[in-house]
């Protein structure tokens, strides 16, 4: 096939969970494909290097400075989205040199099929075109917006918040009914979206994870240490954290005053930084590599309360014979047995005592360890996922080709 892969506002380095997803499955499409990816860069990112590890694939990349949220550019960008159709997160995403040579790309006649990876992408992509468009959900976008809403403390951000997750739901119903596939990363986001959009098409493939450069070490754990890892920039991960700093793990040292632990991840805000420095917990910031740390820990946790799609960080942790200790968001739409995979704790109390089962206990410990990588090892490998991808990819095609042939 000859994939067209659109995504606004850079890929590399590998810092997300979202990122992650899209360049291993580019990668492994690579390999029998023809792969074209357009995307864009801005502050931090490295186009250089995403060419280097894709070196399969044709890559344009475009500056383009896309607002981060809490800055000036994104505040206008608030405002021009009141009189557009597009939600704030997808107009700060419309990058005009990206869209004009999407357009020229599928208009070449050589595309067979053009990916829009991520909602945000969309409006860079034509919506009259007779290439066949996927449209790869990474998660429920509307859900994020919403969920935002309901913990929000503050009244104008509430009602902000209010319109923009009803925008966006708006939007990207519209968008999933017009692309000839719409992909989720688990069912529950699938189930979601239908209903949303009945008149849809919508499957979804399964969440992967690199399982020889995540697994086991040999480091011997620090058997009072917690780790989380994620990208401190994104809301999701700052409200988890900062909701199990202030209220969750003084319960855990009220009964274990011994206990440390440790967030790895991107541009910690500063509320990050002054709630960690609280409650002495060590923060990293941007890290090349965040096995060490998760080798180290004797117990991952993932206190989110807010989010969507999947959460790759749970399935790094399984691959790494780590015991997880999640709540019900935080491993929504991984196919993960509580008790089995891992533990499922909401509530603070309640997550507590989760986490302290696991710190008392090593051979409880080792055995959800042991049963998480070997969970991933037999389902979930990125050439597996990828192998899903290509086949509905090749279903779209070939629906095309069949009412192109009808008509």
Known sequence: MNILWVISGGIWPLNTGGRQRSFNIIAQLAKNNHVTLLT???????????????????????????????????????????????????????????????????????????????????????????VPVVLFQHNVEYVIWKRLKEVDKKAWRRAVLELEWRKMRRVEAETCASSALTLTVSDIDRDVIVK??????????????DIDYFKPNGTSETPTELVFAGAMDWYPNEDGILNFLRNTLPLIRREMPNVTMTVVGRNPTDRIREAAAEANVKITGTVKDIRPYVAHSAVYVVPLRVGGGTRMKIYEALA?????????VGAEGLPLEHGTHFLRADGSEDFAQAVLSLLRNPARRKSLAQTGRKLVEERYSWAHVARVFESRCREVISNEVISNNAN
């Not at 357009?103 to 990876?117: N, T």
């Not at 949303?196 to 994870?209: F, H, L």
């Not at 790494?320 to 200790?325: A, L, Q, S």
Request: hydrophobic residues 40%.
């Open 40 to 130: 864009s860069h801005g502050e931090g990112d490295d186009p250089e290097g995403l060419q280097a590890n894709l070196p399969n694939c044709e890559v344009v990349s475009i500056a383009a400075d896309i607002p981060k949220a809490g800055s000036a550019g994104f505040a206008r960008a608030l405002v021009r989205s009141w009189f557009s159709r597009y939600p704030v997160d997808m107009l700060k995403n419309r990058v005009a040199a990206l869209e004009a040579e999407v357009s020229r790309r599928l208009k070449s006649g050589s595309i067979d099929v053009c990916i829009a990876d991520f909602l945000s992408t969309t409006p860079n992509i034509p919506s009259q075109s007779s």
């Open 196 to 209: 949303e959009a009945p008149t849809a098409n919508v499957c979804s493939i399964p969440t992967g994870v």
């Open 320 to 328: 790494m014979g780590k015991p997880v200790v999640s709540t019900t």
